[in-house]
């Protein structure tokens, strides 16, 4: 009744306006306008019915693990850190609650999935799951200061040192260097320059972990045709390391790190059995950051080269990276442990680690390293290392 009521009401004022010329045209465009209206208001259901979603606190334990790699406890406890961040500025009943988003990302975090992936398993649309994976992004990385901390304190460095010389023998190690290069699509500004040697566009991460595996610094600022000497020479950590007047020991690094004073890499070619011994203790101790990497990847699939590749401009995919390690840290504080995955030894791409055999033929290696980087690597030897 009501739809034969819009359409008389439209012949009518369509057959008054008929004639007058084209100074009616706009008049006869509002009523088509309010015509359709109308008509829409009343085939439009009274009560619209709207699909279940689902967060974390619908799924089982094992569900979550599974899928957002975290228990049901820690994942509420990341809800109340990030509560002021992603509370619904609308009170719109169909808003979306901030145990939806984090439930949103995480999934997308862990599964490395596509957007339209992860808004089916939490029912609820594509571009919606897009709202949802940027703004928990955007939170959790403007307090990852708050998980990521390289802390310098006496104790702590102490202690750190100790739990890596219990790895291999070497004695006070601050933490070590890893890197990986994780790939993302083709950037529209400057494509080449995020190519690496392996042939695809990426950014080279570094990464700074303890003995525990916790991350302790991470810089993911420098697009993968960058080599590792480069990345560190202009990250925040080496300026840090220069000036730092509290440092009592060093950082351990691949060979494709340049020799520093708070740096120290493996022989290129060792002359005696104290400087083997040194580079077989080196290995072993740096493996960690190596470990680190796969359980990262392993942790949080979107990083997984074999998974997909990110489909976000390098800032975007930077700030995600920084996210992940700062759920990293996050995940040892929650105590939820995990094994690294089996597709994801082969992730653990450093690019730029050469053999040491012909790591005097990189390009970043040219620089000779300073007379007094040299003589603490030789003491050092001498100390530790010479029977």
Request: with cysteine; glycine share 4%.
């Amino acid at each position: 009744m009501f739809l034969s009521m819009a359409l008389g009401l439209y012949a009518l004022c369509s057959v008054r306006l008929r004639g007058r010329g084209l100074r009616c045209q706009e008049q006869q465009r509002r009523v088509r306008h309010h015509s359709r209206r109308l008509i829409r208001s009343i085939n439009y259901p009274w009560q619209r019915v709207y699909q279940q979603r689902m967060s974390f606190e619908m799924m089982s334990e094992e569900l979550c693990v599974r899928q957002l790699r975290f228990n049901k406890e820690a994942i509420g406890r990341l809800c109340d850190i990030l509560q002021g961040d992603l509370r619904p500025s609308s009170k719109c009943r169909t808003a979306l609650s901030v145990a939806m988003k984090v439930t949103t990302a995480l999934n997308f975090y862990a599964c490395g999935s596509y957007q339209a992936s992860v808004g089916h398993m939490c029912k609820i649309t594509q571009s919606a799951a897009r709202a949802c994976i940027h703004q928990v992004t955007d939170a959790i990385f403007r307090k990852a200061s708050n998980f990521i901390r390289f802390d310098m304190s006496p104790v702590e460095l102490r202690g750190r040192a100790v739990r890596f010389h219990r790895i291999a023998g070497f004695p006070k190690v601050l933490g070590v260097i890893a890197g990986s290069h994780i790939q993302l699509k083709a950037p529209n500004d400057q494509p080449i320059s995020y190519m690496n040697s392996r042939g695809f566009h990426s950014l080279n991460v570094m990464i700074v972990c303890d003995a525990q595996m916790r991350i302790l610094a991470v810089n993911a600022d420098h697009k993968g045709s960058a080599d590792d000497a480069f990345v560190l020479e202009n990250s925040s950590l080496a300026q840090f390391m220069n000036k730092c007047p509290q440092r009592s020991g060093w950082l351990l690094g691949s060979s494709s790190y340049p020799l520093k004073t708070w740096l120290m890499v493996p022989y290129s070619k060792t002359q005696s059995k104290a400087q083997q011994r040194y580079n077989c203790a080196h290995v072993c101790t740096w493996q960690r950051g190596q470990d680190t990497v796969k359980l990262l990847k392993s942790r949080f699939q979107c990083l997984n080269r074999s998974k997909g590749i990110l489909q976000y401009s390098p800032v975007k995919v930077s700030k995600i990276v920084v996210v992940c390690c700062a759920l990293h840290n996050f995940a040892l504080d929650q105590g939820q442990t995990l094994q690294p995955m089996e597709d994801t030894v082969s992730e653990t791409d450093q690019l730029d680690t050469p053999d040491l055999d012909t790591v005097d033929t990189q390009e970043s290696l040219k620089k000779t390293p300073t007379a007094a980087a040299r003589a603490i690597r030789e003491q050092l030897v001498d100390d530790r290392f010479g029977l």
